[in-house]
């Protein structure tokens, strides 16, 4: 026998029962005019499927349910449907609401019907629909559709389901009378209910004012193969109210604001069950009910088996009324009931009492007192509030107050307004404040609603205009360009070279050339030491050589022409790639040779090992070169970014699945472990993508025209890992306030799901960064700037030339010659300095490229030039004048400009040789590179070092952690070096996602 | 057939203010019989003087106010007041004494606050307040119990004539200095250089006349029983009062025997009684919730202890209570119960704590 726990306060208030419990449930007679409210319930009301004039069989269905708490209306008995529209109905404020109106014929005709056959081969949710469709709803107070409770097994976790009998009102007996008579069909109903919640433990609770019920329940569960029990609660008002029942028989308290379900309970009414047990094994749907006749003012106090629909006035002449003597007429108990204001309303499915009263039985209340802080409502509050505060704050307006003094968890049960001596109508008083605060949050809500919006349009009005203004900008400059290019070209004999990409091209011949270096010093090694792969090697050795001598071939085109420039783009990527490659066998090759030295093997193996490494340089390179030759430009990004949609692509679908994977793991709760794991490796695969999206991104990188493209989809992929993490966190939370056993491995479950978040972000992040680093880099181009400048000169000279023989030769034209001279000169000086801006910016970016040295060449060249200028006009001025000595400065000015030619000519060499002077450093390149592998190797290592400190949560985690960081700023020194010093560093080689898994 | 509309519930207890103050009155009946019993007829003649005057002064209230005077009189808050007050002045209290007490008591204490219900202190309280420290002399000359009076005959009280002269002044106070003597908290205040073991045995009032008083709080504790019954007020209030005043007592007895005195002394006399079961339980004037009543009384005994012990006035009960009565809403504020449903109490007015 379960134990009864208390509940606080509570009333006795006189029962009244006994005036009605003594006859046999009697069936109301079939009134000639049924009235159905087609709201009788929460939630929405039904939809008519009937016109006036049809004619109705009892059972059929009249109005189907619209929304998700509705339930379908049937017609109680046969008929012809007169009237579809607004009668009064059983309502506190007497209102009128809309109800189909049948005729009936008497001859009570059943439409086709039978129950199911097997209730247990349907699935549950054919079960609830069925169950729907039969329109039963809460047959106790707020009638609340039936269905939506027995979904409630599909989200909680339903261990105790109770079966509310304690009807603890005054005066009902009509419950009481259903458990006498029907305690089978109750009992059905009972196994129903069971067997779609599947509830471990069911317990009924009734009042011990109710013997015979009792005794008969008792019988009926004896035979029963469920775990029912029947408990007997004290009689108090109101144990029967859910969250009192809940907290008798369980002895746990439904939290503020919850349903009893989300501590794994759920309640059903008695009649409830009866209802479900007729539907499902009878077919009839809810067409009728027990209602308690009583009051003084009727001569037969009884149950009788009412059809809904039925009005009051039917009802009460059957049981013979007074009407001189009723005074008061309540639905339902004389604790919460209504007052009805005529007796023209119908029964509906939540009727359970009608209580005719006269005016001894019921006086009106005596006027209210002052509240005299006596404390009584307080003793009897079964929601342990304080009504007299209440009471103050209440009509005083005070809501905050009134709601920080738990207004809200108030029941309405009636009691205190019982008791109170001062007579205060104390639940009024409450329900008007609820009303008024739901008011005000209602209208609160709107406001803010408005403020959203109102934001929300400021804000994408602002965005237009920063768009505007960008596209306004973005044209003026496309305006400014073409207008610059109209200018040169109008300047310039010869077209423009096209914008290209010299730079890169050269930045590819350097990195062939030093592979080939390599390449050739490993080839003499091998020679020396008389390796056995010698043929492969220099096989190897010259292809090496032919790319790279190919490599500076184009880069010599590139840079004579131009033509080709538009290959430079993809060129870096496909090196990178190749860069990687070697950089994983080099890796490779570099452990075995450790192995080797350990073993005390040097000689051969080492060399093999060495001459290995050097092949796959050699594969580099020449993979390298390959693309640089072989790629038209303009088409390698645009595969690669279909690519990466695809890639994107394939992520976000793998993601639809797993969060397929993750609802149903979340909707069924227990025992879905396996479904969560599976959701967990989709997840993981998801990640996959994504991490390769990322990589090809980030090869992708240096290609200034992809970022934008290439972070959208990572971008996606990230959101949508975070959506995931946080659905899957609130997910566990819910679970962990249940205190759900699956809550722990929910939580474990988001904290993979928050890793690969966490992953995919990094990913998308240094996809940015790289297109950052990518798109600045290349920032300002200085070959085609030089070129300009050198064009610009030579048309300069040659003006110069040509008005100089038109001097001589004393031609009227000069003077316009020596002024087109003067013009073609400052734009000289124009180009000049953008290319001096340029070249300084560059440095300034990429300081490491003997950067001095080319200024100290360059100043010379300047110096020149100055010379070769004030020569010039030195001459000038001699031959305007006539001198003699004009000729001589003339050939003065010749010399110096001879001279000028080689200091440019040096300059551009030494430029040319950017390359070069990196080849000559490539014998460091090596050392570098060393420092740079050693300084990763220790990152790594401090870097698991401090991992494991962190998850052992030793106290050294936090200076171990700043010591990787420092490790890993040296480590990016060295890298910058050897980067610097002409090396390529491949994304594997960050320290950062080096161990990421 | 007009049908009535009201809203739920449609049944009330028959559980008036009327009622309840009807039942305080009939409580207090016990009490009233030993003090008459044992202090002769002053206590009865000044409680039906007090009602008298309570009643008129509510009528005159009301009237002036313009409320409905039957109705208002018929909850007997009035004479409640004036009944307690009575209770605790002395038997012999004159006339004018009463009528200064009721006055302060019903018109303000009472009404110039709002009326019942909205009275921060208990009005009879304010009342004996206010005459103890305006009349010191006429407050603190207690009747003797008839047993001191004279040792052969039996119940030697002043007749009921009599004591109406000395209430009404038609006697001159030489006869009352006979029937009058020391209260035993005052008598054991003033001991001069006694122990109070030295005290108990030779100062009169102690050695022979504290049975009285034990009578008398028998009485009260009756008629307070009675009310708990009768579930008009909480065990938490009387409780507490009686329970930290007897800790508090016994603590410092048993450190210094010679000195205060024993926790059933402290229990007995004066206004412990009275003031625990019909001042404390006020229920307009002290705190919400039970838990509240608890710290509302706790603080009652404590402060009766401290000011019976160190501070200047013999008995303490009213300036305790007022004190309390003073603090009771800050009680209620960190008091309210735990309401169904919620993890844990709220603190403070509004979402504060
Ligand atoms: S109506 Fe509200 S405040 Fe009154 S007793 Fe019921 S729950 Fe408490
Ligand atoms: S029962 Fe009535 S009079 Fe008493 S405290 Fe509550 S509201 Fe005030």
């Known amino acids: 026998m379960t134990r009864v726990h208390a509940f606080h306060g509570g009333v006795h208030p006189p029962e009244n029962k006994r005036q009605s419990n003594g006859a046999p449930i009697r069936p109301a007679p079939i009134p000639p005019r049924l009235v159905l409210p087609l709201s009788q319930h929460i939630g929405a009301p039904a939809e008519p499927l009937v016109k006036v004039g049809d004619r109705v069989l009892k059972g059929q269905v009249i109005a189907e349910p619209i929304g998700r708490v509705s339930v379908s209306l049937h017609a109680p008995t046969s008929g012809t449907v007169t009237l579809i529209g607004p009668q009064p109905v059983p309502h506190a404020s007497g209102m009128e609401a809309n109800c189909i109106v049948i005729e009936t014929d008497g001859q009570d005709e059943w439409i086709e019907h039978a129950g199911l056959e097997d209730y247990k081969s349907y699935t549950k949710s054919e079960l609830i629909n069925y169950i729907r469709n039969y329109g039963i709803a809460g047959m106790g107070g707020a009638g609340f559709p039936t269905d939506v409770k027995l979904h409630l097994g599909d989200d909680h976790i339903v261990n105790t389901l109770i079966i509310n009998a304690a009807e603890c009102e005054p005066y009902i007996t009509a419950d009481d009378l259903l458990i006498r008579e029907r305690s089978d069909e109750i009992l059905g109903g009972i196994e129903v209910i069971a067997h779609l919640l599947n509830p471990s433990h069911i317990l009924i609770g009734i009042e011990d004012n109710k013997p015979q019920a009792i005794r008969a329940l008792e019988d009926a569960v004896r035979g029963c193969h469920l775990n029912i029990d029947v408990v007997v609660v004290p009689t108090k008002y109101p144990s029967g109210g859910e969250k009192q029942l809940v907290k008798l028989l369980t002895g746990v308290e439904v939290p503020s604001g919850k349903i009893p379900a989300d501590v794994g309970i759920v309640c059903q009414n008695v009649g409830t069950a009866s209802a479900i047990y007729r539907a499902v094994h009878r077919g009839e749907p809810l067409i009728s009910r027990i209602v308690t006749i009583t009051g003084d003012a009727v001569d037969q106090r009884h149950n009788l088996d009412v059809l809904i629909g039925t009005q009051y006035s039917e009802l009460l002449e059957a049981s013979g009324v007074r009407r001189d003597d009723l005074y008061r007429l309540v639905m339902g108990g004389p604790m919460m009931g209504f007052t009805m204001k005529s007796d023209a309303v119908p029964v509906v499915k939540t009727t359970n009492c009608i209580i005719a009263a006269t005016e001894e039985e019921m006086p009106p209340a005596p006027p209210a007192l002052n509240c005299i802080r006596c404390g009584m409502c307080e003793q009897v509050c079964p929601a342990e509030l304080l009504p007299q505060q209440l009471h103050w704050f209440a009509k005083g307006k005070e809501y905050d107050k009134a709601k920080h003094h738990n207004l809200f968890d108030c029941i309405e049960c009636g009691a205190c307004s019982y008791v109170c001596p001062s007579n205060i109508p104390l639940v009024q008083y409450y329900r008007n404040a609820k009303a008024e605060i739901r008011q005000e949050e209602a209208e609160k809500q709107k406001a803010e609603y408005a403020r959203m919006r109102f934001e929300a349009r400021q804000a994408r009005l602002e965005q237009e205009k920063i768009e505007k203004e960008l596209r306004r900008k973005a044209r003026a400059e496309e305006a400014a360009k073409a207008q610059a290019s109209k200018k040169d070209s109008a300047g310039a004999a010869k077209p423009a070279a096209a914008g290209g990409d010299v730079k890169t091209l050269k930045t590819a011949a350097a990195v062939a050339r030093t592979k080939l270096k390599k390449a050739e010093k490993a080839f003499e090694q091998a020679k020396e030491s008389g390796a056995d792969n010698l043929a492969e090697l220099e096989a190897a050795f010259n292809t090496a050589k032919q790319k790279a001598d190919a490599a500076q071939q184009k880069l010599e085109q590139a840079e004579k022409g131009g033509t080709v420039a538009a290959a430079g783009a993809p060129d870096i990527k496909a090196l990178k790639t190749a860069a990687a490659v070697a950089r994983t066998k080099l890796k490779k090759a570099q452990s075995a040779l450790k192995a080797a030295e350990e073993k005390g093997q040097d000689g051969i193996e080492q060399l093999r090992d060495t001459v290995k490494e050097l092949e796959a340089k050699a594969d580099a390179a020449q993979k390298a070169f390959d693309d640089a030759q072989a790629a038209p430009a303009p088409t390698a990004p645009v595969v690669d970014i279909k690519q990466l949609k695809t890639a994107a692509a394939v992520a976000r679908t793998k993601l639809k699945q797993a969060e397929k994977a993750l609802e149903k793991a979340q909707d069924s709760g227990e025992g879905d472990i396996a479904e969560l794991e599976a959701k967990v490796k989709e997840l993981e695969a998801k990640v996959d993508t994504t991490r390769k999206a990322f990589e090809e991104a980030e090869q992708g990188g240096s290609t200034p025209a992809k970022p934008a493209i290439d972070l959208a989809p990572l971008k996606e992929d990230m959101d949508k890992a975070l959506a995931k993490v946080e659905k899957a966190d609130a997910a566990a939370k819910a679970a962990e306030e249940k205190g759900l056993p699956t809550a722990e491995k929910m939580r474990a479950g988001v904290d993979k799901l928050r890793g690969k978040y966490e992953e995919a972000k990094k990913a998308y992040e240094d996809a940015e960064v790289q297109n950052a680093a990518a798109g600045g880099k290349p920032a300002i181009d200085l070959a085609p700037l030089k070129e300009d400048m050198d064009k610009a000169l030579a048309k300069v000279e040659k003006a110069d030339a040509a008005a100089k023989a038109a001097e001589e030769k004393g031609l009227p034209t000069a003077e316009k010659m020596r002024a087109g001279v003067d013009k073609l000169r400052g734009k000289y000086e124009e180009a000049k300095k953008a290319y001096e801006d340029a070249q300084a910016q560059n440095n300034a970016a990429t300081p490491a490229v003997s950067a001095v040295n080319l200024d100290e060449l360059k100043a010379d060249m300047d110096a020149a030039l100055a010379k070769v200028e004030k020569a010039d006009a030195a001459a000038k001025n001699a031959e305007e004048k006539g001198l003699p000595t004009a000729d001589k400065m003339r050939a003065g000015v010749d010399k110096l400009r001879g001279k000028y030619e080689e200091a440019k000519k040096t300059y551009e060499d030494a430029k040319a040789q950017g390359g070069a002077a990196v080849a000559a450093v490539a014998a460091n390149l090596d050392e570098l590179k060393a420092d740079m592998e050693a300084a990763l190797g220790k990152v790594q290592k401090a870097d698991v070092a401090a991992k494991n400190a962190e998850e052992k949560g030793l106290p050294t985690a936090e200076k171990m952690r700043a010591g990787v960081e420092k490790l890993r700023g040296k480590y990016e020194e060295a890298k910058q070096a050897y980067v610097a010093a002409g090396g390529t560093v491949d994304a594997d080689a960050k320290p950062d996602t080096v161990i990421v898994d | ?353």
Do not use: C
Not at chain 2, 29 to 54: D, E, K, V
Not at chain 2, 57 to 65: G, Y
């Open chain 2, 1 to 353: 057939m007009a049908l009535i509309r009201s809203s739920s519930p449609h049944l009330h207890k028959m559980n008036q203010t009327g009622r309840v103050m009807r039942l305080v009155l009939l409580a207090t009946l016990p009490g009233l019989a030993a003090m008459t019993f044992f202090f002769g007829w002053g206590t009865l003649i000044n409680i039906i003087w007090a009602s008298l005057l309570a009643v008129g002064f509510e009528a005159a209230i009301m009237k002036l106010r313009n409320r409905p005077i039957r109705f208002y009189l018929s909850d007997y808050s009035a004479v409640v007041t004036a009944v307690l007050l009575a209770l605790a002045l002395p038997p012999f209290a004159a006339w004018w004494v009463t009528l200064v007490g009721v006055f302060v008591a019903i018109v303000i204490a009472k009404h110039l606050y709002g009326g019942l219900g909205q009275n921060p202190f208990n009005p009879a309280m304010v009342a004996y307040a206010l005459l103890l420290v305006s009349f010191p002399v006429e407050m603190t000359r207690w009747t003797e119990p008839f047993v001191l009076v004279s040792a052969d005959s039996g119940w030697s009280v002043l007749s009921f004539v009599d004591t109406l002269k000395v209430i009404f002044g038609g006697i001159d106070t030489s006869v009352i200095d006979s029937y009058t003597g020391a209260t035993p908290l005052d008598a054991l205040r003033h001991r001069g250089g006694l122990t109070t073991e030295e005290a108990w045995r030779q100062v009169p009032v102690l050695a022979d006349g504290i049975g009285a008083w034990h009578a008398v709080s028998a009485a009260y504790v009756m008629g307070g029983v009675f009310l708990l019954y009768k579930k008009i007020f909480t065990w938490h209030a009387p409780v507490s009062v009686l329970g930290s005043l007897a800790v508090l007592s016994t603590l410092f007895f048993i450190v210094e025997p010679d000195y205060f005195a024993d926790p059933f002394f402290h229990l007995t006399v004066g206004g412990t009684m009275l003031g625990a079961f019909f001042i404390a339980t006020d229920p307009v004037s002290s705190a919400t919730s039970n838990k509240g009543k608890i710290w509302f009384g706790l603080g009652i005994g404590t402060l009766i202890f401290v000011i019976r012990t160190w501070g200047g006035y013999p008995d303490a009960v009213a300036f305790a209570v007022l004190l309390m009565n003073l603090s009771a809403p800050f009680i209620d504020q960190y008091t309210q119960p735990r309401t169904y449903g919620h993890a844990k109490a709220k603190r403070g007015l509004k979402g504060d704590a």
